[in-house]
Every structure is written in structure tokens, then in C-alpha cells.
């Protein structure tokens, strides 16, 4: 029952949050949240609705893992394999060690954490091993030896007597070399069968929190009968074990998160180590289907006690995350909220899961495949149409996400990015018309055609990759340029666009499917809500084909490192050079420096190097460089050799390895074109570099020689793009040299199969000598 003062409260503002629903604000949910916290700041609601008085102050769990920053009460379990070395006989202080220090790092952050242990079995069983050696006789000694070594039998309950006051030793010292203090609590299953009993346990442990003394529980195993197979009671749990106990003991002390810790990383959709079996980084108890793997190597507890205490816990507003304990820094990553081990929630999950996401893109992408190219370049020009006809719909979206960014302190670079207007949403559709005409047979196409043997032909043809997955930056008009080329391909498609775009991503990405819709399923294409599901995406190999990441090199190398057997294709950087030969045309190169860096500087194909060859260092034209960039707003940076000339200068560049994105530059001074070439493949991203020059040697070995996907000769680095090479539109620019390189259009999203056609033919046939193969080359039938 609330108090006089609670009810009154939420009463208060239960009738305000009518009141201004009355009027068109609906925020009761924020009146609610905001009484609870008046009455105690403790009780947290976090994303929940509040509906009744009784409901108002009770503590809910966190829905999502960046709630888990803002908890105070912390309850960690050990289990006996993460702190028990693989003998079974002794600690393994190296991981206990790591655990200890991450607990006093939340308790001195302020955090009151509680620990339940296990431990004292195997510390015991290591100190009367060796007393019972000891006390054998010669004999015994022998047949020991003769038997194979095996170790005598040591009852557990005399274990755990001889090792409890060792293990709290150890705590103790550890926990002191951080400042922090300990104190021993040992339960038994008939103190929590008794009101009175955890009344006097709840009032201890609150007075030791009080003190920022760490409280250490564990169950007196000396004292404490074997493990029965009894049946939980009345909702309330059995402490059959220390998984039990510390559910139980989290319940009672109203604590806000449980991290069970044993030597597995959480939940699995199948028996771990099984090719289809995945990591649950999320689980419902209401929604998800598990499979439990049975025991840990030692301890009481398997699997099925950990989901049973978790989702106990859970059922009275704990949060619990079940992990590895061998993890670095598994319980500091939870609390801020990294996605470590399995995260009970009872969030309904709003859209569809990821996993079927892709799946219904797998199966979309065989309809789609199976359309003629009319029908596909059909739905690309439906799509091009809508642009056009909701483009005041689009720019109105659009213009909120520009608000929202300015609003957040957004880079000028990345709002470049993100603003969309007329003229880009008119070159867009033109695009995507140009993708549609020039892809209506890009899928099936004969690439080739062999005659093998008298009355065998072998062709070549282009089939679709499969499915896509795309992430991409703060560019909305990315959105429909990828959506196009997957749909003309024959490829399903999960898209995952950034958070600055989400308004802008929504409207575009429900044109794509009313587009789509009358031709083939809207699931073909898909947008991927959560950032916390690419994770999860990136092992789905079965239905999953390639990646390709548009963003930052941090961002590329991360989803190269979590992919689990997927390729990735993209770029790096875009560390772009110009270099002005001896023999250039000056003026030429003015315009191209020009266009090169300020067109549009947060492009990725923006010049960042400008490498000028020496003999123009003391020239006209040296200057007038640099008074150019000046009046365009660019920063200069000078490399290391331009910089020991300069008396009086620009800065030093940090790095000439930089992708600035911004009217920002280096500049630099080479001795000849062979430096140049050196330079740019040194310090460069094999993205695009151009030279400018009139000597068609010096031309042809630039060209030749730079390993970049684009390579230019008296032209901006601009050009580098899949619209202005008439690609339609890009998926991105790749910096591989495997599969696709430079600006990825329809040919890069494609791949072939052999299609063998015969008259009854058997290899045995030529090995015997029966047929020869002739292995001749047909024209093509288009042909």
C-alpha cells in the first residue's frame, strides 16, 4: 500500500498528465517518472508506462542495455567455473583478480555492489588435499602412485569449512589494495524459508551498504544439505544454488541489476559450437526460444538454474545480463551498457527481428531474380517518380533532421551530408532512370560461351550476389541510390542508415517499398531500426552475402573485425591527391586544385594532398595557389619538406596520411614524378589521384604506376563517383582489389554461375578416350 504523501503525489500528477493530454500533450509517462523520483530517486521507470497507484513506485528493470548506466545496486555472481582454476583445486587469481577490480571501480564510483560467491569448495579441497597426503601411509602412497596418481576423495562439506575463512582472507587483501572493505555473509536455504530471518538479512546488508562496505554472500556449504530436486513454490524460487540465491537475494534487497557470471557467454539459439547456433545478445522470456547447454564444468548450477534465477529476477523489476566471467572487463562494459553476454528484458520488441529480416530479404531477392528486367527497371522508375511527387514530403523530413543535427553541435562537413534539396532529389531520379535503362539486361546476360565437347556448351552468366546489407552514413540520398542498384541486380537489401537521418530514412525508405510493392514482396528491402542489430546481422552468413560499410575508417574496420565469415566490401579513407607536374598547364591546374577540393570538400573523392613538383616553388604559380585556396576558405598544412623552405608558413600537417572533409588541405613538395608516385602510394588510400600534366610519358607512367581504383590524368578527383561515370548511382567506392573496385554500380553488385548444357555426356567418356574435349570459344549471342 502507498503512503498518505506517495498517493497523494501520484494522484497530482496522474491529473496533470490528464490535463495535458486534454490539450494535445501526451506525456503522462513523464509526470509519472517524475513523482517516482520526488518520492525516491531510486526507483527508476525507465521507458515503462506507469497505469496504477500500486504499480507507481516499484523499481522496473531496464528495457534497454543504455539504461544499465544508471543503476546503483549491483549484485554480481561467481560461479564456481570463473574463479576455480581447471584442476578444480585452487582459484585462478588472474580472473578473480580482474573481477575484484572492476567491482571496487563501480563501488568507488558510488554504486553499492553486492557479491555472491562461490569458491570456498575448491579453496578447501586445495589446503586438505595436501593434509590428507600427509596423513596416507607408505602404502597408500604407493598404490596411489601405482593407480595413476588419482588424488583421495575429499568430502565437499569439509571443503568448504576449511576454505571459507581462506577465501574471505583473499577477498579481503584484494579488495584493500583499492581502499575498498569486505564483510562475510554466509545464508542457508532455511533463512530465506523465514520472514524474520530476511528481515535481519535485508537490515545487515543495507547497514554494510551504508558503511560503502562491499557485503560478500555465499551459501554456508559446511552446514548446507545436498541439492534437492524440489519444485519452486508459490512464485517464489528454491536457493538450491548460488544462481538461485543470488535471484533470491537481488529480489529482496530491491537491487536494479544481476550479472550471473560463469564460463559461457550467455544464451544460444542452439548447443554452442553447432553451425547455426548464434549468441543472444537480448533475450525475452515472453518471446524467445533458447537452448540451454547444460551444466558448467563444476558448480551446482547449470544453464537451466541461470534462465530460471535470471527470469525470476527479472519478474521483480531486477535487470540481469547473464555473461562470461573470463571476458575483460565484462561487468565495467555492462554497466555502460555494451553489448556483453545475454541481456534479459521485457521490452517488446517493436518491428521485426533481425534474423527474419534477412530471411525475407533472402527470399524477396529469388522473386525479385525471378522478374523479367522491364519489372525490375519498372519499380526503379516508380521509385525515381516518387522522389519528384513527395518531394515536399521529403525536403519537410529532411529539414527536421537538419534541425536536430544543428541543434547537437553536427560538424559543417557532415551537415554537407545530410541536407537534401530540389536540385539533388532531380539529379537522384535522374539517377535512378539511368540505373533502370541501363540494367533491363544485367541480370542473366551470357558472359561467355564455351563448346566443351561435340554437343557440351558452356556458358557464363551473370547472377545476383544475393543479399546486401549497407550501412551508410548521415546521407539520406544514399537510401534510394542503394535501393536501386540492389533492386536492378536482383539482390535483397538490409539497409542500416545513421541515426542523424532517421526521419529523412523513414519517408524515402516507404517509397521504396510503395514502389516495389506491386512487383515483388516489400520485405525484399528492409531497414534495420537498431544500431545494436548490426552485430547480430554480421553473423548471419546463411543469408547474409556482403557488406558494405559508407562511413569512417573506424567504422569499416569495425565491421570488418565483427563479421563472421561475410566480405566486406569498402573503402577505407579517401586520402585523395593532385599532383602538378613540371610540365602542367598552370591554369589547369588552378581549376582543378579548385574543383578538386571545394566542389564539395566532405566528399570522400575530395582532393586532401596537394603535391606540387619543385621547380614551381619559387614560381608565380605557387603563389596564386595558394591565394586561390585562401579566398575559398581552405586551411593549409604544410608537409614536412614545404615546411623546412617556408620561413614564415602554414602549420605543419599532423599526418600526411589525413582525410580532413572539410576545406582543409596539406600540401607538399616533390623532387620529380618518381617522388610523387612514391608519395601517393605511401601515404595515400588507393582511392582516386590524378595528375595534371601535358608530357604523355609522365602521364602514362602516373597512370600506370599509382595503385589507387581511380587514376586521372588532367582531371578532378571528382569524377570519381558512379553517377558521373554513368553507373546510375554507386553503392559505394571500393578501395579492394578482390571482387569490385572503385565506384560500385550494377556490375559490382553481380557475380556469375556456369551453366553446362549436354547430350547424355560422362567424364568417364574422356578418360577413356571415347570423346576429347575442343575447349572453343563462341561468340556470344548477342553477338
Same mark, same amino acid.
Given at each position: 500500500?502507498?503512503? /498518505?504523501?506517495?498517493?497523494?503525489?501520484?494522484?497530482?500528477?496522474?491529473?496533470?498528465? /490528464?490535463?495535458?493530454?486534454?490539450?494535445?500533450?501526451?506525456?503522462?509517462?513523464?509526470?509519472?517518472?517524475?513523482?517516482?523520483?520526488?518520492?525516491?530517486?531510486?526507483?527508476?521507470?525507465?521507458?515503462?508506462?506507469?497505469?496504477?497507484?500500486?504499480?507507481?513506485?516499484?523499481?522496473?528493470?531496464?528495457?534497454?542495455?543504455?539504461?544499465?548506466?544508471?543503476?546503483?545496486?549491483?549484485?554480481?555472481?561467481?560461479?564456481?567455473?570463473?574463479?576455480?582454476?581447471?584442476?578444480?583445486?585452487?582459484?585462478?587469481?588472474?580472473?578473480?583478480?580482474?573481477?575484484?577490480?572492476?567491482?571496487?571501480?563501480?563501488?568507488?564510483?558510488?554504486?553499492?555492489?553486492?557479491?555472491?560467491?562461490?569458491?570456498?569448495?575448491?579453496?578447501?579441497?586445495?589446503?586438505?588435499?595436501?593434509?590428507?597426503?600427509?596423513?596416507?601411509?607408505?602404502?597408500?602412497?604407493?598404490?596411489?602412485?601405482?593407480?595413476?596418481?588419482?588424488?583421495?576423495?575429499?568430502?565437499?562439506?569439509?571443503?568448504?569449512?576449511?576454505?571459507?575463512?581462506?577465501?574471505?582472507?583473499?577477498?579481503?587483501?584484494?579488495?584493500?589494495?583499492?581502499?575498498?572493505?569486505?564483510?562475510?555473509?554466509?545464508?542457508?536455504?532455511?533463512?530465506?524459508?523465514?520472514?524474520?530471518?530476511?528481515?535481519?538479512?535485508?537490515?545487515?546488508?543495507?547497514?554494510?551498504?551504508?558503511?560503502?562496505?562491499?557485503?560478500?554472500?555465499?551459501?554456508?556449504?559446511?552446514?548446507?544439505?545436498?541439492?534437492?530436486?524440489?519444485?519452486?513454490?508459490?512464485?517464489?524460487?528454491?536457493?538450491?544454488?548460488?544462481?538461485?540465491?543470488?535471484?533470491?537475494?537481488?529480489?529482496?534487497?530491491?537491487?536494479?541489476?544481476?550479472?550471473?557470471?560463469?564460463?559461457?557467454?550467455?544464451?544460444?539459439?542452439?548447443?554452442?559450437?553447432?553451425?547455426?547456433?548464434?549468441?543472444?545478445?537480448?533475450?525475452?522470456?515472453?518471446?524467445?526460444?533458447?537452448?540451454?547447454?547444460?551444466?558448467?564444468?563444476?558448480?551446482?548450477?547449470?544453464?537451466?538454474?541461470?534462465?530460471?534465477?535470471?527470469?525470476?529476477?527479472?519478474?521483480?523489476?531486477?535487470?540481469?545480463?547473464?555473461?562470461?566471467?573470463?571476458?575483460?572487463?565484462?561487468?565495467?562494459?555492462?554497466?555502460?551498457?555494451?553489448?556483453?553476454?545475454?541481456?534479459?528484458?521485457?521490452?517488446?520488441?517493436?518491428?521485426?527481428?533481425?534474423?527474419?529480416?534477412?530471411?525475407?530479404?533472402?527470399?524477396?531477392?529469388?522473386?525479385? /531474380?525471378?522478374?523479367?528486367?522491364?519489372?525490375?527497371?519498372?519499380?526503379?522508375?516508380?521509385?525515381?517518380?516518387?522522389?519528384?511527387?513527395?518531394?515536399?514530403?521529403?525536403?519537410?523530413?529532411?529539414?527536421?533532421?537538419?534541425?536536430?543535427?544543428?541543434?547537437?553541435?553536427?560538424?559543417?562537413?557532415?551537415?554537407?551530408?545530410?541536407?537534401?534539396?530540389?536540385?539533388?532529389?532531380?539529379?537522384?531520379?535522374?539517377?535512378?532512370?539511368?540505373?533502370?535503362?541501363?540494367?533491363?539486361?544485367?541480370?542473366?546476360?551470357?558472359?561467355?560461351?564455351?563448346?566443351?565437347?561435340?554437343?557440351?556448351?558452356?556458358?557464363?552468366?551473370?547472377?545476383?550476389?544475393?543479399?546486401?546489407?549497407?550501412?551508410?552514413?548521415?546521407?539520406?540520398?544514399?537510401?534510394?541510390?542503394?535501393?536501386?542498384?540492389?533492386?536492378?541486380?536482383?539482390?535483397?537489401?538490409?539497409?542500416?542508415?545513421?541515426?542523424?537521418?532517421?526521419?529523412?530514412?523513414?519517408?524515402?525508405?516507404?517509397?521504396?517499398?510503395?514502389?516495389?510493392?506491386?512487383?515483388?514482396?516489400?520485405?525484399?528491402?528492409?531497414?534495420?531500426?537498431?544500431?545494436?542489430?548490426?552485430?547480430?546481422?554480421?553473423?548471419?552468413?546463411?543469408?547474409?552475402?556482403?557488406?558494405?560499410?559508407?562511413?569512417?575508417?573506424?567504422?569499416?574496420?569495425?565491421?570488418? /573485425?565483427?563479421?563472421?565469415?561475410?566480405?566486406?566490401?569498402?573503402?577505407?579513407?579517401?586520402?585523395?591527391?593532385?599532383?602538378?607536374?613540371?610540365?602542367?598547364?598552370?591554369?589547369?591546374?588552378?581549376?582543378?586544385?579548385?574543383?578538386?577540393?571545394?566542389?564539395?570538400?566532405?566528399?570522400?573523392?575530395?582532393?586532401?594532398?596537394?603535391?606540387?613538383?619543385?621547380?614551381?616553388?619559387?614560381?608565380?604559380?605557387?603563389?596564386?595557389?595558394?591565394?586561390?585556396?585562401?579566398?575559398?576558405?581552405?586551411?593549409?598544412?604544410?608537409?614536412?619538406?614545404?615546411?623546412?623552405?617556408?620561413?614564415?608558413?602554414?602549420?605543419?600537417?599532423?599526418?600526411?596520411?589525413?582525410?580532413?572533409?572539410?576545406?582543409?588541405?596539406?600540401?607538399?613538395?616533390?623532387?620529380?614524378?618518381?617522388?610523387?608516385?612514391?608519395?601517393?602510394?605511401?601515404?595515400?588510400?588507393?582511392?582516386?589521384?590524378?595528375?595534371?600534366?601535358?608530357?604523355?610519358?609522365?602521364?602514362?607512367?602516373?597512370?600506370?604506376?599509382?595503385?589507387?581504383?581511380?587514376?586521372?590524368?588532367?582531371?578532378?578527383?571528382?569524377?570519381?563517383?558512379?553517377?558521373?561515370?554513368?553507373?546510375?548511382?554507386?553503392?559505394?567506392?571500393?578501395?579492394?582489389?578482390?571482387?569490385?573496385?572503385?565506384?560500385?554500380?550494377?556490375?559490382?553488385?553481380?557475380?556469375?554461375?556456369?551453366?553446362?548444357?549436354?547430350?547424355?555426356?560422362?567424364?568417364?567418356?574422356?578418360?577413356?578416350?571415347?570423346?576429347?574435349?575442343?575447349?572453343?570459344?563462341?561468340?556470344?549471342?548477342?553477338?
Amino acid at each position: 500500500m502507498l503512503s /498518505q504523501r506517495a498517493a497523494t503525489l501520484y494522484r497530482a500528477c496522474r491529473g496533470l498528465s /490528464q490535463g495535458l493530454s486534454a490539450v494535445g500533450i501526451h506525456q503522462p509517462r513523464h509526470c509519472n517518472r517524475l513523482a517516482a523520483v520526488l518520492i525516491n530517486p531510486k526507483y527508476r521507470c525507465y521507458a515503462t508506462e506507469v497505469n496504477d497507484e500500486e504499480d507507481f513506485l516499484q523499481p522496473h528493470a531496464a528495457l534497454l542495455r543504455s539504461d544499465l548506466n544508471k543503476v546503483k545496486r549491483i549484485v554480481i555472481k561467481l560461479g564456481s567455473a570463473v574463479i576455480t582454476r581447471e584442476d578444480e583445486c585452487g582459484l585462478a587469481l588472474g580472473r578473480l583478480g580482474s573481477i575484484v577490480e572492476q567491482v571496487a571501480e563501480l563501488q568507488n564510483q558510488g554504486r553499492e555492489m553486492i557479491m555472491v560467491t562461490s569458491g570456498a569448495v575448491a579453496f578447501g579441497k586445495q589446503k586438505l588435499r595436501q593434509e590428507a597426503v600427509l596423513s596416507m601411509s607408505m602404502r597408500q602412497n604407493l598404490n596411489s602412485i601405482e593407480s595413476g596418481g588419482r588424488p583421495p576423495t575429499l568430502e565437499p562439506r569439509a571443503c568448504a569449512a576449511a576454505g571459507q575463512s581462506g577465501l574471505m582472507s583473499l577477498y579481503d587483501a584484494m579488495f584493500l589494495q583499492y581502499g575498498v572493505k569486505t564483510a562475510q555473509i554466509l545464508v542457508t536455504k532455511p533463512d530465506f524459508q523465514n520472514e524474520h530471518s530476511r528481515e535481519n538479512l535485508r537490515e545487515t546488508i543495507s547497514e554494510l551498504l551504508k558503511l560503502n562496505i562491499i557485503p560478500i554472500v555465499n551459501a554456508n556449504d559446511a552446514v548446507a544439505p545436498p541439492p534437492e530436486p524440489d519444485m519452486d513454490l508459490a512464485g517464489v524460487i528454491s536457493v538450491k544454488d548460488n544462481d538461485s540465491l543470488a535471484a533470491r537475494l537481488a529480489s529482496e534487497l530491491n537491487s536494479e541489476l544481476l550479472v550471473i557470471m560463469s564460463d559461457v557467454d550467455g544464451l544460444y539459439t542452439a548447443p554452442p559450437g553447432m553451425p547455426d547456433s548464434r549468441l543472444l545478445h537480448t533475450y525475452s522470456p515472453d518471446r524467445d526460444q533458447v537452448i540451454i547447454a547444460g551444466k558448467s564444468r563444476v558448480g551446482t548450477g547449470g544453464m537451466d538454474s541461470k534462465v530460471k534465477a535470471a527470469t525470476y529476477a527479472l519478474a521483480r523489476h531486477c535487470s540481469v545480463v547473464i555473461c562470461n566471467g573470463c571476458e575483460e572487463n565484462a561487468i565495467v562494459n555492462i554497466v555502460k551498457g555494451k553489448k556483453v553476454g545475454t541481456f534479459f528484458t521485457n521490452a517488446v520488441h517493436k518491428g521485426t527481428p533481425v534474423e527474419l529480416q534477412a530471411k525475407k530479404a533472402r527470399e524477396g531477392s529469388r522473386k525479385l /531474380q525471378a522478374l523479367s528486367g522491364m519489372h525490375r527497371a519498372a519499380i526503379v522508375n516508380r521509385l525515381a517518380d516518387l522522389l519528384l511527387e513527395r518531394q515536399a514530403d521529403i525536403l519537410a523530413a529532411n529539414q527536421q533532421d537538419v534541425q536536430e543535427a544543428f541543434a547537437e553541435g553536427m560538424q559543417q562537413s557532415d551537415m554537407a551530408r545530410l541536407y537534401l534539396s530540389e536540385q539533388k532529389l532531380e539529379t537522384l531520379a535522374t539517377g535512378l532512370r539511368q540505373i533502370g535503362t541501363d540494367s533491363v539486361d544485367a541480370v542473366g546476360k551470357v558472359l561467355q560461351r564455351t563448346q566443351m565437347a561435340e554437343g557440351m556448351v558452356l556458358e557464363k552468366i551473370s547472377v545476383p550476389i544475393g543479399v546486401l546489407m549497407v550501412i551508410f552514413e548521415s546521407r539520406p540520398d544514399a537510401l534510394p541510390q542503394v535501393a536501386a542498384l540492389s533492386i536492378c541486380s536482383g539482390n535483397g537489401l538490409l539497409l542500416k542508415g545513421g541515426k542523424e537521418a532517421k526521419h529523412s530514412n523513414k519517408i524515402l525508405f516507404s517509397l521504396v517499398q510503395e514502389a516495389i510493392e506491386p512487383f515483388a514482396p516489400i520485405d525484399t528491402v528492409a531497414l534495420v531500426s537498431r544500431r545494436e542489430d548490426i552485430a547480430d546481422l554480421l553473423h548471419l552468413n546463411q543469408y547474409i552475402d556482403l557488406v558494405v560499410p559508407r562511413g569512417s575508417e573506424e567504422l569499416v574496420t569495425r565491421i570488418q /573485425q565483427q563479421s563472421q565469415g561475410i566480405p566486406v566490401l569498402g573503402h577505407s579513407e579517401g586520402i585523395c591527391h593532385v599532383y602538378v607536374d613540371q610540365d602542367a598547364d598552370l591554369e589547369m591546374a588552378l581549376h582543378i586544385v579548385k574543383d578538386s577540393k571545394c566542389d564539395y570538400p566532405a566528399a570522400c573523392n575530395s582532393m586532401e594532398t596537394l603535391l606540387i613538383h619543385k621547380d614551381h616553388r619559387h614560381s608565380l604559380f605557387f603563389d596564386k595557389m595558394c591565394e586561390m585556396l585562401r579566398l575559398q576558405g581552405v586551411t593549409v598544412h604544410a608537409g614536412p619538406k614545404l615546411g623546412q623552405v617556408l620561413k614564415f608558413g602554414p602549420s605543419l600537417a599532423a599526418s600526411m596520411k589525413t582525410e580532413y572533409g572539410s576545406l582543409e588541405c596539406a600540401i607538399e613538395i616533390v623532387e620529380d614524378l618518381d617522388e610523387a608516385i612514391e608519395h601517393i602510394n605511401k601515404f595515400g588510400s588507393s582511392h582516386t589521384d590524378s595528375i595534371v600534366t601535358n608530357n604523355d610519358e609522365s602521364a602514362a607512367k602516373f597512370l600506370k604506376m599509382v595503385d589507387s581504383a581511380c587514376v586521372f590524368r588532367n582531371a578532378s578527383t571528382r569524377f570519381a563517383d558512379g553517377y558521373r561515370f554513368g553507373l546510375g548511382a554507386e553503392v559505394g567506392v571500393s578501395t579492394s582489389r578482390i571482387h569490385a573496385r572503385g565506384p560500385v554500380g550494377i556490375e559490382g553488385l553481380l557475380t556469375y554461375k556456369y551453366v553446362l548444357t549436354g547430350t547424355g555426356q560422362a567424364a568417364s567418356d574422356f578418360s577413356a578416350g571415347k570423346e576429347k574435349f575442343i575447349h572453343e570459344r563462341l561468340p556470344l549471342i548477342s553477338d
